[in-house]
């Protein structure tokens, strides 16, 4: 068996509760009755209710699979009666507002076997052939007796075949699925997997954002076990034999017996079973002492011999030390078979959160979390696999590889095989560190030459010279600034160049970071976490420097980046930090896969909506939202000296410094 469990925005109303049960037999006075599958959904439910259905499952499944009977439709009998026996009881303590709001399916499979109840609107369908048969049709529910409460009545019964698909909807779902026709794009699926109905689903994921309730996809399989892959075989685990493995040293030990004196001890078996089976007893080795005065005759004969003992000596223990590894390497897939279980089983119920990710932000959480957990636990086995048999050790890297992925696809990767090379600089005329873009052109600096040079969008080229190396640089409002240590600063607006000079806040003062807004300019200092503000007064004059922080900030200690829109965004190790009006806002720690390795740059402004994020030991620049939520992030292997990166105006457009190569990249 396996199934899909599909859960359609679940917190669309505070006083709508469903959810879904599937249980799998794991002792074997349970497998005995089969699999147990309920879908339950409850209206206007009142605050006390809330853990209703889970109740109501739990009591059917622990009556369902504690009856004695090998008929699982006897067991479903059994397990109604219950159910109706502790909804009568809640009834009768004065809470009767689930009545008229309860819809709740129950099916049990057994082996070919299928029994099924229900109460309200849920619809199950039987999907065979192509032809789509609605079994609720044949269930004929009786009027509710206020009591004894019946509202479990008759019990359905049936034979499934091979690959047939029972597809169990709740009402909206079901009106959603008539009204779209998906039923029968799902009936002519010719294979059908998780896949194809993530497809269906997805090409409806903007209209289903409208609707709440459940899906719940089982098609019956005899070779797969419930809902599982069948990753692990015990094909992988090889039967040791020990007469195998000794009968070759046996034999040649049968052949040398005489000469060296070993006793072994045959025991045959039962003539039934027309086998072997050797046991060795005590094995004794005599060794000639080679004495003085033999002939040479006998002197190479007791060389010899002792050679044939000390080879079959080493051979032993070498067949030892083959039985014990094969021993653990038996050991290391069961427990391997284990962890593969449990992460296989994370994986199937990330899937199912998948679908609804771009919509539904707690599906992207719950599905992101079963997929990182998956990911740290395969992760280990994957470093032991050098004494593995081949088989098994490619199905570990093959669900490595499809968790991975996975998280690339929900954490948005996009490689670029060949990203646009837009500039290309000679080495003997310039080489460029850092990159800031302003009024459609591009400015290259670096701390070790005077020069600036400014890239236009048509591609043109010119070189300005700066009396100093240039350290930092910003965007003011219709210019550009460039700060040079201590103290010295030069300002481009259009073909004008301009001079000024900062006060310097303190002796020592460390320019570590430089941004900018409203023309007033904000330096980090990163070694003692302060940030220094310049209030713009005219003309290309600052106001005496303050500090900007209202205490001492850990989080600016350290810190490798600094970039302002109406708040001040601080980059350090993989967390990004925001500051308003000189307080501590928030810390975005960013998850992220592949993990955060070292991050090197942030920048936003007054005008993006995004936060953009760079590190070159990845060879990718990531965007978030900001509110540290992952948007895309982009990577290519040509990505291999990222220095620095700008972001047009606009948004649209990210330049990367990559060495002497700037490369374009159009959002």
């Known amino acids: 068996m396996k199934f899909f469990e599909f859960h359609f925005n679940p917190k669309s109303k505070e006083d709508l509760v469903f959810d879904s049960f599937c249980y799998e037999p794991e002792k074997a006075y349970e497998k005995k009755l089969g699999n147990l599958y309920m879908v ?16 109501l499952a739990e009591v059917i499944k622990k009556k369902y699979y504690s009856s004695k009977t090998n008929s699982a439709e006897r067991a479903l009998k059994g397990s109604l009666k219950e159910a ?39 619809k199950p369908f039987l999907i065979r052939g192509g032809q789509i048969t609605d079994i609720n049709e044949k269930i004929q529910i009786e009027e509710l007796e206020p009591y004894p409460l019946k509202v479990f009545a008759n019990i359905v019964s049936g034979k499934l075949a091979e690959k047939d698909l029972i597809v169990v909807l709740t009402e909206q779902i079901f009106d959603f699925f008539k009204k779209e026709n998906m039923l029968k794009e799902i009936a002519r699926l010719d294979v059908f997997d998780n896949k194809q109905l993530k497809e269906i689903l997805n090409s409806k994921k903007e209209a289903l954002n409208n609707t709440s309730g459940i899906l719940l996809a089982i098609q019956f399989i005899k070779e797969i076990s419930f809902g599982r ?10 039967k040791f034999s020990l007469k195998q493995t000794f009968a070759p040293v046996l034999k040649v030990f049968e052949k040398l017996s005489k000469p060296f004196n070993v006793q072994i001890k045959t025991k045959k078996k039962e003539k039934k079973r027309k086998a072997f089976r050797f046991q060795i007893a005590k094995i004794k080795l005599k060794i000639p002492k080679i ?5 040479k005759k006998k002197t190479k004969k007791l060389l010899f011999n002792k050679n044939i003992m000390l080879i079959l000596s080493l051979s032993l223990l070498l067949i030892f030390g083959f039985v014990f590894a094969k021993l653990e390497q038996n050991k290391k897939i069961k427990a391997y078979s284990v962890e593969l279980k449990e992460i296989q089983e994370k994986l199937e119920l990330s899937e199912s959160f998948l679908i609804l990710k771009d919509t539904n932000p707690q599906a992207f959480n719950k599905a992101s979390a079963l997929l990182e957990e998956s990911w740290n636990k395969i992760l280990p086995l994957t470093k032991g696999l050098a004494l593995l048999p081949k088989n098994f050790t490619s199905q570990i890297l093959d669900l490595k590889d ?3 992925n996975k998280l690339l696809d ?54 300005i010279e700066s009396k100093e190396a240039i350290n930092l640089a910003t965007q003011l409002n219709d210019s550009t600034l460039f700060f040079s240590k201590p103290d010295k600063l030069m300002i481009l607006k259009n073909s004008d160049v301009f001079q000024s000079q900062l006060q310097t806040p303190y002796q020592d003062f460390d320019f570590s970071g430089l941004s900018s807004v409203y023309n007033n300019l904000y330096f980090l200092n990163k070694k003692t976490g302060q940030i220094i503000k310049y209030d713009f007064l005219n003309d290309f004059r600052w106001e005496t420097p303050v500090s900007w922080l209202n205490k001492k900030e850990e989080g600016v200690i350290g810190a490798k980046s600094i970039c302002i829109d109406s708040s001040i965004w601080i980059l350090k190790n993989n967390s990004a930090y925001k500051y308003y009006k000189g307080e501590f806002q928030k810390e975005f720690h960013i998850k992220i896969f592949p993990k955060p390795k070292d991050f090197s740059k942030i920048y936003t402004s007054t005008k993006l909506p995004y936060l953009y994020i ?34 047009s105006e606009n948004g649209k457009t990210i330049y990367l410094l990559n060495g002497l190569k700037i490369y374009k990249i159009n959002l």
Request: net charge positive.
């Open 291 to 295: 004495k003085a005065g033999l002939s």
């Open 614 to 647: 760079l590190e070159p030991i990845q060879k990718r620049i990531i965007i978030l939202n900001k509110n540290g939520q992952i948007t895309k992030q982009l990577q290519s292997e040509k990505f291999d000296n990222l220095l620095d990166f700008a972001i």
């Open 84 to 122: 109706n026996n502790f909804l009568d009881k809640i009834s009768k303590s004065g809470d009767v507002s689930w009545l008229g709001n309860l819809d709740f399916f129950i099916l049990s499979i057994k082996n070919s076997e299928l029994s099924f109840a229900k109460v309200g609107s849920i």
């Open 402 to 404: 499809e968790i991975s």
């Open 40 to 55: 339950g959904l409850l209206n206007n439910t009142l605050p006390q209710n809330q853990r209703l259905l889970k109740r």
């Open 229 to 238: 892959k069948q990753t692990i075989s015990e094909k992988n685990l090889e």
């Open 410 to 463: 929900l954490n948005g990767l996009e490689k670029i095989e060949n990203p646009e090379l837009f500039f290309e600089f000679n080495i003997k005329e310039f080489v460029p560190h850092n990159l800031l873009i302003n009024n459609n052109s591009l400015y290259f600096f670096t701390p070790y030459s005077k020069n600036i040079f400014i890239l236009k969008e048509n591609k043109e080229g010119k070189v």
